[in-house]
């Protein structure tokens, strides 16, 4: 007979399964919380010199704003419905064991110190699991108010661990460190992390330096690009408005903010004092940035020691207070950063960029003038636009770069040092003219076109020698050096359309780097003298006629893999030999004030023509332009 109780079990097994599938299946689909980002370039900007003067126990420091990478911010204060999907997603049941759910956000009656305000969020302990918590009808754009340091945190490592339950006591912050203490120091940003509540310099660079203020930048002292606080107008407002507490807000049946915050009784506790994020459409700093001096203070990374405790420091201005606690000489903190907090407290988040997308649509742009005083860390740049994108700085970036459209000029020996580049199709890496330079490594395999013009440049690392010259030959195309991919040089092509032999010429510098340059043929080691070293290294290399390969360094200066005759005429017609420089940078032209006479050929020059006279060279001189 069957084992009928091991059938049974088998249908027990079975049951639970399909009842875990049915359950997994019924749980509502969330979608992931997304930012609108500004980009916070110029790296390297000088720090602020207002002095912090505002607040009831100002501080008097000074020195805030720089910060010596690119980075983004959220343009927008968070608000209850990204707020929501927090907390749905890390606490389902509704149990707030963490405390990331402040009561007061639902409680029409909350009155701290005499003020009422309506919160943003419910949470119906009877609704479905993972839908426990909602925006109130018409406040999903609001701001999330009641938001301590550590929630905020909490909120950061979520994002961090990609959004999933059960993630937010580590990633970015450590949050064990509030165990048993709401008023532990705020940990610190964990090494490599790419999301995170912004530093203060982070926060007061987004918020108030202007690039572009007084044609070599500086700061506003307020985040509406003034020297002026905001007015509290009805949104959409003007340029310098915010919901900050002075004046009308829009949003208070006509009474007076300034009268709110003196007289707790005239609170309404039907009334949301709080406008959408971004309300105020015309007024943003000048990265961007939407609210900073109304609505909700932000939370940063700050602290300052206080009543013995480090207490996170707060940036900004809100709805409740007037212009004097607001703007960027107000830095304040508040209770200890996993204690309760109040409604004119919530946050936004910062990042690292995956990528650094540098336009530039038309014209030309140096890199400063693009917003990049210098390019450093390891985050890829992307090259974006039809204009061209000079970068002449000696930047330390790591990370690769990306010429997408346009052109990418080099203009520093050191631009891209340590930087590979790869070159699309139908973009252009340019050396300036008679430049040096190096790039840690170089991709063409988009059809890309590199212009060497009358420069230089090494490749580290990353390319073959075989590539580099199947790119040279792509780049010479028929020999008039005018391909659109490829190697080429401009220059090169500019001489050879006036018979004037000139090429590409490359090296192998025998370390795993390859150098690519304007040539004339005979220039065997690229100094831009044909000269008796360059009849040695033909000589020593020991290729010539032999029928052994040969490169550009020992005399191959047709590409043909071979060292011979055609090769000594190109060396010998170019009349470059012991001219001196054939490639002068304009200041070494002028100096030179004439052409040199042409000199008597060296006994080696005339034991080379001897050669080719022996060997019976006989052939009809094709213009070098091959």
Do not use: H
């Not at 009928?4 to 049951?15: E, F």
């Not at 994020?277 to 932000?298: F, H, I, W």
């Not at 430049?435 to 212009?451: E, I, Q």
């Not at 090169?492 to 090296?507: C, Q």
């Amino acid at each position: 007979m069957p084992d009928m109780s091991k059938r049974y079990a088998d249908v027990v097994r079975w049951l639970a399964a399909a009842m875990m599938v049915a359950i997994v299946a019924s749980q509502p689909a969330t979608a992931q919380v997304t930012f609108d980002w500004a980009t916070v370039g110029n790296p390297g900007n000088a720090p602020d010199t207002l002095t912090m003067t505002k607040g009831a126990v100002p501080d008097s420091t000074t020195g805030y704003g720089s910060v010596g990478y690119t980075y983004q911010i959220s343009k927008y204060d968070v608000t209850n419905a990204q707020y929501v999907q927090f907390l749905n997603t890390v606490d389902p049941a509704g149990s707030n064991t963490l405390r990331v759910y402040n009561t007061k956000m639902s409680d029409p009656s909350a009155n701290p110190a005499g003020l009422a305000y309506t919160g943003g969020i419910d949470r119906n302990l009877t609704a479905a699991s993972g839908t426990r918590y909602s925006a109130k009808a018409g406040q999903e754009n609001t701001p999330a108010i009641w938001i301590n340091w550590a929630s905020g945190a909490r909120f950061v490592n979520w994002l961090a661990n990609s959004q999933g339950s059960g993630s937010t006591e580590s990633g970015v912050y450590d949050m064990s460190v509030f165990t048993g203490n709401s008023f532990a120091t705020p940990p610190a940003r964990a090494n490599g992390a790419t999301v995170f509540l912004p530093s203060e310099d982070e926060y007061y660079k987004a918020a108030y330096y202007d690039p572009t203020k007084s044609g070599t930048g500086g700061y506003w002292q307020y985040g509406t690009q003034s020297n002026t606080a905001p007015s509290s107008v009805a949104p959409a407002g003007t340029s310098n408005s915010a919901n900050i507490g002075a004046g009308t807000d829009g949003q208070s049946a006509g009474t007076l903010a300034s009268t709110m915050a003196t007289t707790g009784a005239t609170f309404d506790s039907a009334v949301n004092y709080l406008t959408a994020v971004g309300a105020y459409t015309a007024a943003t700093s000048a990265y961007g940035l939407y609210d900073v001096e109304g609505l909700v203070y932000n939370w940063t990374e700050g602290t300052r020691t206080s009543f013995g405790n480090q207490l996170p420091i707060y940036r900004g201005g809100s709805w409740r207070y007037n212009e004097g606690a607001s703007g960027a000489a107000y830095r304040n903190v508040y209770s200890g950063a996993n204690a309760t907090s109040y409604a004119w407290y919530g946050f936004r988040v910062a990042s690292l960029p995956a990528t650094i997308t540098i336009d530039v649509a038309s014209g030309t742009q140096t890199q400063t003038q693009a917003g990049y005083a210098t390019l450093s860390g390891t985050l890829p740049v992307l090259k974006t636009g039809a204009g061209t994108l000079v970068l002449d700085q000696a930047n330390t970036l790591t990370g690769s770069t990306t010429v997408q459209g346009g052109v990418l000029q080099l203009a520093n020996a050191s631009a891209l040092a340590s930087s590979p580049v790869a070159v699309a199709a139908g973009a252009t890496l340019a050396v300036a003219p008679y430049l040096r330079t190096t790039v840690a490594g170089l991709g063409l395999s988009g059809s890309g076109l590199v212009d060497v013009t009358s420069g230089l440049v090494t490749v580290t690392s990353g390319l073959s020698a075989t590539d580099l010259v199947a790119e040279i030959l792509e780049g010479r195309g028929t020999g008039s050096w005018t391909g659109t991919s490829g190697i080429m040089s401009s220059t090169a092509a500019a001489d050879v359309a006036l018979g004037i032999p000139r090429a590409v010429g490359w090296l192998d510098n025998g370390d795993g780097s390859l150098t690519v340059a304007y040539a004339a043929p005979g220039d065997t080691n690229l100094d831009w003298q044909v000269d008796v070293l360059d009849v040695a290294n033909i000589l020593a290399g020991g290729k010539f006629n032999t029928g052994a390969p040969g490169t550009w360094s020992v005399g191959d200066f047709n590409y043909d893999g071979l060292v011979n005759v055609l090769d000594a005429a190109d060396f010998l017609t170019t009349g470059l030999y012991d001219q001196g420089s054939y490639n002068p940078p304009p200041d070494s032209l002028v100096a030179a004030g004439s052409v040199a006479a042409v000199p008597e050929p060296s006994s080696i020059a005339i034991a080379v023509g001897g050669v080719i006279a022996a060997l019976g060279w006989n052939r009809r001189r094709r213009p070098w332009c091959r």
